[in-house]
T-cell receptor, first 115, second 111 residues
Framework: GENVEQHPSTLSVQEGDSAVIKCTYS??????FPWYKQELGKRPQLIID?????GEKKDQRIAVTLNKTAKHFSLHITETQPEDSAVYFC??????????????FGTGTQLKVEL | DAGVTQSPTHLIKTRGQQVTLRCSPK?????VSWYQQALGQGPQFIFQ???????QRGNFPDRFSGHQFPNYSSELNVNALLLGDSALYLC??????????FGPGTRLTVL
C-alpha cells in the first residue's frame, strides 16, 4: 500500500520568513495530494491540494509543488505569520470513480512561527 | 451551508464496552470516510462508505464496523474496546471530487 514520509517533524521560523515542508510517496498510482493544517484540538483543515497533471499550484502565500518522477511534493509558505503556527499534514491518494478515496497521511510537521 | 458534523464531542468508555460514533456529511456530499488519529500522529484510514456500502477498508480489525444511511450520514461502531482504541475519530465527507472535508472529531477515551 501507499506510504507517505514527511520532513521535518518540527520547524521553527521567524515571522516573515519562508517555510518548506517536504513529503515523499511510494505508490506511483497516486494522483491527488492535499495538505491539511491542524490547530491544537481542531479538525484538519484543507489548505491546498494538487493533482498529478499539475506541477505547481499557488494560493496567496501558500504554494505546492509536485515532482512525479521523484515521487515527492512540497508545501511552501511565504511571509509566515504567527497564525500559521500549527501541525501540517501531507497526504496522498489515487482516485476512485464516484467520488472520494482513501487518504494516506504523513506523520505531520509542527510549524512554529516566532515573533 | 452546514459543514461536516460529528457527535458526540467526547466519550469515555471502559475496556470491553462498545461505542457508536455519528457523522453527518457536508451538504451535497455522498461519501463518508472514517479516520483514527492517535495523539501526535497523522490520521489513519479506517474505511469509506458510498451508496450505503463499504467501498474501501484500511488495516483495522473487524471490531471496527460502520454503516451509511440513505441520507448519507454514517456511524462508526467499535466493539470490545481496548485501551489502544483511545484516539480522536474523524469523519470526512466528499462528493465527485477527491477533496475530503473533515468534521471536528470525537475524542474517545478508553479506561
Amino acid at each position: 500500500g501507499e506510504n507517505v514520509e514527511q520532513h521535518p517533524s518540527t520547524l521553527s521560523v521567524q515571522e516573515g520568513d519562508s517555510a518548506v515542508i517536504k513529503c515523499t510517496y511510494s505508490d506511483s498510482a497516486s494522483n491527488y495530494f492535499p495538505w491539511y493544517k491542524q490547530e491544537l484540538g481542531k479538525r484538519p483543515q484543507l489548505i491546498i491540494d494538487i493533482r498529478s497533471n499539475v506541477g505547481e499550484k499557488k494560493d496567496q502565500r501558500i504554494a505546492v509543488t509536485l515532482n512525479k518522477t521523484a515521487k515527492h511534493f512540497s508545501l511552501h509558505i511565504t511571509e509566515t505569520q504567527p497564525e500559521d503556527s500549527a501541525v501540517y499534514f501531507c497526504a496522498a491518494s489515487w482516485g476512485l470513480t464516484g467520488g472520494g478515496n482513501k487518504l494516506t497521511f504523513g506523520t505531520g510537521t509542527q510549524l512554529k512561527v516566532e515573533l | 451551508d452546514a459543514g461536516v458534523t460529528q457527535s458526540p464531542t467526547h466519550l469515555i468508555k471502559t475496556r470491553g464496552q462498545q461505542v457508536t460514533l455519528r457523522c453527518s456529511p457536508k451538504s451535497g456530499h455522498d461519501t463518508v470516510s472514517w479516520y483514527q488519529q492517535a495523539l501526535g500522529q497523522g490520521p489513519q484510514f479506517i474505511f469509506q462508505y458510498y451508496e450505503e456500502e463499504e467501498r474501501q477498508r484500511g488495516n483495522f480489525p473487524d471490531r471496527f464496523s460502520g454503516h451509511q444511511f440513505p441520507n448519507y450520514s454514517s456511524e462508526l461502531n467499535v466493539n470490545a474496546l481496548l485501551l489502544g482504541d483511545s484516539a480522536l475519530y474523524l469523519c470526512a465527507s466528499s462528493s465527485d471530487t477527491d477533496t475530503q472535508y473533515f468534521g471536528p472529531g470525537t475524542r474517545l477515551t478508553v479506561l
